[in-house]
C-alpha cells in the first residue's frame, strides 16, 4: 500500500501523539495521582497485604518535612498493623521501618478476650504468658500514659508485639566473615510525642529491644495506638537487606521461643550419614483411643544443620529464618529436604512420639536440631493456616553427632520381629543396603525365637492359676521379656571403634575395617594379653564376623536387668539364669543399668537421655541366679 505524502505526514504525527501520551502515562500514571490523593503510598512488601489505611488522624503531622529531613534515608511510610496477622516487610541496613497498632473496638476486644481464655488452657502450667516464663526474649513495656481521659483509661489493655527475622544480609566476603550479621532492632512508644520511634528519636518515650537470633517479643500495656519501629544496623561487612514478620496481637505472643528444646528432642542413635531423633511422649494418656488420636498428629516440625556451616547463625530463634536458611527441613509443605522422613511411633516405652529419621549426613559432624511447634492446635485460630502464619513456637537447638567414616555402625528400624530395635548395629558398606542389614538380623533372632517358642508350648501356660509356675508372672509376660532379652543381646547396639567411653566393650579388634585398615599392633597389644581375649578378637555372635565383618567396633553392652526379668518371668523349668556383676559370664555379656549414667547400657528403645528411663532394676534378693547364660547357650 502506498501512502501519499499528506497521508504519510497524517500517519507520523499520529504515530508520535501516541508515543507522547504513552510517555505521559508512564510518567504519570493515574493510579500515582490517586495514591497522592490518599496521601497514603503502599508500602513494599514481600506479600500482597492488604493495608487498608486505619481510620482516625494519626498520620497527619507525624511525617514533615522537618521529621524526613532528620530521619534521612530512614523515612518510610508508617504501616498499620492488623491485630493477630503477621506483616512480612524488606528492611534495609539503616533503615527504619514504622508501623502502627490500633487498638481493635471494644466489642471485637471482647471477643479477643475469650479466646485468649481459650488458648491458656492449652498452655502449659507455669508458662504464664505467651513466653515469658520459657526464656523468651520478651520485656514488658508498662508506661504512663498523661492527659487520657477516665473512659479511655477504662479500656487499657496487654498488648503483644513479636517478631521474626526471616532474610537478613549476607556476608560480602565469606573468607573474612565469621560472625552474624547485626540483629534488628525493635522499638516500640505509646507517646503521642513519639510516634516514629527509632534510632533517633528521644529514648524517654521509647523501649528498645534487641532482636535475639532472629526474634523478638514484646508486650505493653495501653489504651492508645502502639508506635513501632523496626530499625536494621549499618553493617560493612554484610549486604543485603532483611526481611522481617512482625506480627501485633491483643491475644498473645505470635511468634515464640522457648528453652524447653533440650529435653524436647532426643537423640536416639546415628551412625556415619544419618540419625534418628523423637521428641518426648506427646500424651500422658493410657488410653488407647486417645494415644491413637495423637498418633494421626504430627505435631513438629524440625530444621537440622552442620554446625561448621554459619547460614543460620542470627536465625536459630525465628521460624521463617529457619525455614530459609537451614540445611535439612522437615515441614509439612516443600520445603522438606528428601533427606529426613518423620513419623510418629511408639517405639520408645509404647507411648506416641514423633520421629525425625535422618539420611545424607557427613561423617564425623556435628550438627544441630532445632525442633518447632506450629501453632495448629485449636481450631479457632481461622487466620493462621499458611505455612508461617500458625503463630510457631521455636525451641531451643540440640546437638548430635554422626558417627565416622569406618561406616562399621550403620542405623537400622523398622525390623518387623525386633520392632523396638532402632539403633546403629555392626555393619559392612559391601554387605547391602540398611533394610538388608535389618533383615539380616531380624531373621536371625526371629530363628531363635522360634526353638524358644517351641519350649515355652511345653510349658503348662493354659493351667489354672493353682498350677501356674508363678502368680505374678505367666507365659505372656515370659515370651516378651525372651523377646526383650533376645534381641538386644543378638542385635549389638554399635559404637564407633575410636570412641573411648568406659562402658564399651571393644569387638572384632583383630578383624580389618570394610575399607581395609586394621588397627596397629600397639592398639591390639593390651588386647592379646587379656585372659578374656575372645571376648574383644570377636563378636558375641559369631555368624556377625562370618557374614558382615564389620572389623572393629565396640558394643554398649545389654541391660543386666534384660536378663533378671527373663529369670523372674520364665518358669524355672526352663533353666535360663544370670551372671552377677563381678562373676563368671557378666564381664563382656552385661553391664549394670543405672539410669543417671545416660545411655550406658542397651535395652529394647533405648536413646541418649539421662530421664528416658528404661525399667528399674529389678530387686537383688528375689532372684534365683542359676548359672552363667550367655547367647551361645540359648
Ligand atoms: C557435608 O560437608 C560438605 C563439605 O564440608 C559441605 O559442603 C556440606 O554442606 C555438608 N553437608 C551436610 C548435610 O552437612
Ligand atoms: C536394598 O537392597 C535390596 C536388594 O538387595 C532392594 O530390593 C531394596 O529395594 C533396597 N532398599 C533400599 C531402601 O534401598
Ligand atoms: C498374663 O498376665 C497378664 C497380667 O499380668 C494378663 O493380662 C494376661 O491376660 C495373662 N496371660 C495369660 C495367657 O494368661
Known amino acids: ?225 502502639v508506635y513501632i519501629g523496626i530499625y536494621a544496623p549499618d553493617s560493612e561487612t554484610f549486604s543485603g537487606t532483611y526481611n522481617v514478620r512482625i506480627t501485633a496481637s491483643t491475644d498473645s505472643q505470635y511468634y515464640t521461643y522457648s528453652k524447653r528444646g533440650v529435653e524436647d528432642l532426643i537423640l536416639v542413635d546415628s551412625d556415619s550419614q544419618g540419625a534418628l531423633l523423637i521428641t518426648q511422649s506427646l500424651t500422658d494418656s493410657k488410653d488407647p483411643n486417645e494415644q491413637a488420636a495423637v498418633m494421626r498428629t504430627q505435631p513438629y516440625v524440625l530444621f537440622a544443620h552442620n554446625k561448621k556451616d554459619r547460614a543460620i547463625n542470627g536465625v536459630k530463634h525465628s521460624y521463617c529464618g529457619l525455614y530459609n536458611y537451614a540445611q535439612i527441613a522437615a515441614t509439612k509443605d516443600e520445603r522438606q529436604t528428601g533427606t529426613v522422613k518423620t513419623s510418629m ?102 530363628s531363635v525365637y522360634a526353638n524358644f517358642d517351641k519350649s515355652l508350648a511345653q510349658v503348662a501356660c493354659e493351667a489354672p492359676s493353682s498350677q501356674l509356675y508363678s502368680l505374678a508372672r505367666n507365659c505372656t509376660s515370659c515370651a516378651a521379656d525372651y523377646k526383650d532379652w533376645l534381641c538386644s543381646v543378638t542385635i549389638p547396639r554399635c559404637e564407633d571403634f575410636s570412641n573411648t567411653a568406659e562402658h564399651l566393650q571393644p569387638r572384632a579388634v583383630g578383624q580389618p575395617f570394610p575399607d581395609g585398615e586394621t588397627l596397629d599392633e600397639a592398639t591390639l597389644a593390651p588386647f592379646r594379653k587379656r585372659a578374656n581375649r575372645a571376648a574383644f578378637m570377636n563378636s558375641r555372635n559369631p555368624l556377625i564376623d562370618e557374614m558382615i565383618k564389620p572389623g572393629p567396633y565396640k558394643e554398649v553392652l545389654p541391660c543386666d536387668n534384660l536378663c533378671y526379668e527373663l529369670v523372674r518371668s520364665c518358669p524355672a523349668s526352663m533353666g535360663f539364669g544370670c551372671p552377677l556383676p563381678g562373676g563368671v559370664g557378666f564381664e563382656g555379656n552385661y553391664r549394670v543399668h543405672k539410669p543417671s549414667e545416660g545411655l550406658t547400657c542397651n535395652f529394647p528403645g533405648a536413646a541418649h537421655t539421662p530421664s528416658a528411663g528404661g525399667r528399674a532394676v529389678v530387686d537383688w534378693g528375689v532372684m534365683v541366679v542359676v548359672m552363667a547364660v550367655g547367647l551361645l547357650v540359648v
Open 1 to 225: 500500500m502506498h501512502l501519499s505524502p499528506l497521508q504519510s505526514r497524517l500517519a507520523a504525527s499520529l504515530v508520535a501523539s501516541c508515543l507522547l501520551i504513552l510517555l505521559y502515562l508512564v510518567l504519570f500514571p493515574p493510579n500515582f495521582a490517586l495514591a497522592a490523593e490518599l496521601n497514603e503510598a503502599l508500602p513494599v512488601v514481600f506479600d500482597d497485604v492488604d493495608s487498608a489505611v486505619p481510620p482516625g488522624p494519626i498520620y497527619e503531622a507525624e511525617f514533615s518535612a522537618f521529621d524526613r529531613s532528620i530521619i534521612g534515608r530512614a523515612t518510610r511510610d508508617v504501616i498499620p498493623l492488623d491485630n493477630d496477622e503477621p506483616l512480612p516487610m524488606n528492611v534495609d541496613q539503616g533503615v527504619t521501618q514504622p508501623f502502627v497498632f490500633l487498638l481493635p473496638p471494644v466489642s471485637e476486644r471482647k471477643a479477643g478476650e475469650d479466646r485468649l481464655e481459650l488458648r491458656r488452657e492449652h498452655n502449659a502450667p507455669g508458662e504464664g504468658h505467651a513466653s515469658a516464663g520459657a526464656g523468651a526474649t520478651e520485656l514488658e513495656g508498662d508506661r504512663e500514659d498523661g492527659g487520657l481521659d477516665v473512659e479511655k483509661r477504662q479500656a487499657g489493655q496487654k498488648v503483644y508485639i513479636s517478631a521474626n527475622t526471616c532474610l537478613q544480609p549476607q556476608p560480602i566476603d565469606p573468607s573474612k566473615t565469621t560472625g552474624a550479621p547485626p540483629q534488628l532492632k525493635l522499638y516500640v512508644s505509646t507517646s503521642p510525642d513519639n510516634t516514629a520511634p527509632g534510632p533517633l528519636a528521644d529514648q524517654a518515650t521509647q523501649d528498645m529491644f534487641d532482636f535475639k537470633e532472629g526474634a523478638v517479643a514484646y508486650s505493653i500495656t495501653t489504651d492508645r495506638e
Open 345 to 446: 511411633t511408639k517405639r520408645h516405652g509404647d507411648v506416641p512420639k514423633q520421629q525425625f529419621f535422618f539420611i545424607g549426613l557427613n561423617s564425623s559432624a556435628e550438627y544441630i536440631g532445632i525442633l518447632v511447634k506450629d501453632g495448629e492446635d485449636g481450631g479457632n485460630l481461622g487466620k493462621r493456616q499458611t505455612a508461617f502464619e500458625r503463630g510457631p513456637q521455636v525451641f531451643e537447638a540440640m546437638e548430635f553427632t554422626t558417627k565416622s567414616d569406618h561406616g562399621n555402625c550403620a542405623l537400622v528400624i523398622d525390623l518387623s520381629f525386633c520392632d523396638k530395635v532402632a539403633y546403629s548395629v555392626p555393619s559392612n558398606p559391601n554387605f547391602g543396603n540398611s533394610s538388608r542389614l535389618a533383615e539380616f538380623y531380624d531373621n536371625y533372632a526371629a
